[in-house]
T-cell receptor, first 113, second 113 residues
Framework: SQKIEQNSEALNIQEGKTATLTCNYT??????LQWYRQDPGRGPVFLLL?????KEKRKERLKVTFDTTLKQSLFHITASQPADSATYLC????????????FGTGTRLQVFP | DAGVTQSPTHLIKTRGQQVTLRCSPK?????VSWYQQALGQGPQFIFQ???????QRGNFPDRFSGHQFPNYSSELNVNALLLGDSALYLC????????????FGPGTRLTVT
């Protein structure tokens, strides 16, 4: 079965630095990959989607890369702010016909002043 | 434009009881997916409804069932509750075409005692 690995340890960085989160998967590459932000007790909020034929996607201070050779996606937040502190989830979809997402366990990011 | 809404927000049930959770999708969306999120874990896909039918199902027992109504709203039913069913239940809506981001509701926190 497909497995997704995200660093379970929290990532602590200083405000203004770039945060880089990793998402690794096993077996064959997904149709596409998504990143979500989740605050405690709330539902995930969609951030970015990248398709299997795309290498990189950007949105404001966010950047996602997708390396199907390494079976890895990197999620970057530049000029990080304390408000960016949250858990970040990567989600993969292997079925082209549905939106069945398989989520990683998430990585908690803490940005301190 | 209202986003995804879920009710109730919190629920406490006793082992062996049955529970019904409700979800209204984002306006214009026709597909509803349900996820279970245990503490410290990523959401796990339960099933997805489109055109009032279950289109995709995750690895959950038959105690978990659902329904989608003509107005695209949905219900999740869980019978014979177990302590392990305690979790945050998330509803997400999207377009049927797939390859789209999902919009999550705030979730229903279910506690089984």
């Amino acid at each position: 079965s497909q497995k997704i690995e995200q660093n379970s340890e929290a990532l602590n960085i200083q405000e203004g630095k770039t945060a880089t989160l990793t998402c690794n998967y096993t077996n064959y590459s997904p149709a596409y990959l998504q990143w979500y932000r989740q605050d405690p007790g709330r539902g995930p909020v969609f951030l970015l989607l990248i398709r299997e034929n795309e290498k990189e996607k950007r949105k404001e201070r966010l950047k996602v890369t997708f390396d199907t050779t390494l079976k890895q996606s990197l999620f970057h937040i530049t000029a990080s702010q304390p408000a960016d502190s949250a858990t970040y989830l990567c989600a993969l979809e292997w079925d082209y016909n549905t939106d069945k997402l398989i989520f990683g366990t998430g990585t908690r990011l803490q940005v301190f002043p | 434009d209202a986003g995804v809404t879920q009710s109730p927000t919190h629920l406490i049930k006793t082992r062996g009881q049955q529970v019904t959770l409700r979800c209204s999708p984002k306006s214009g969306h026709d597909t509803v997916s349900w996820y279970q999120q245990a503490l410290g874990q990523g959401p796990q896909f339960i099933f997805q409804y489109y055109e009032e039918e279950e289109r995709q199902r995750g690895n959950f027992p038959d105690r978990f069932s659902g329904h989608q109504f003509p107005n695209y709203s949905s219900e999740l039913n869980v019978n014979a509750l177990l302590l392990g069913d305690s979790a945050l239940y998330l509803c997400a809506s999207s377009f049927a075409s797939g390859r789209n981001e999902q919009y999550f509701g705030p979730g229903t926190r279910l506690t089984v005692t």
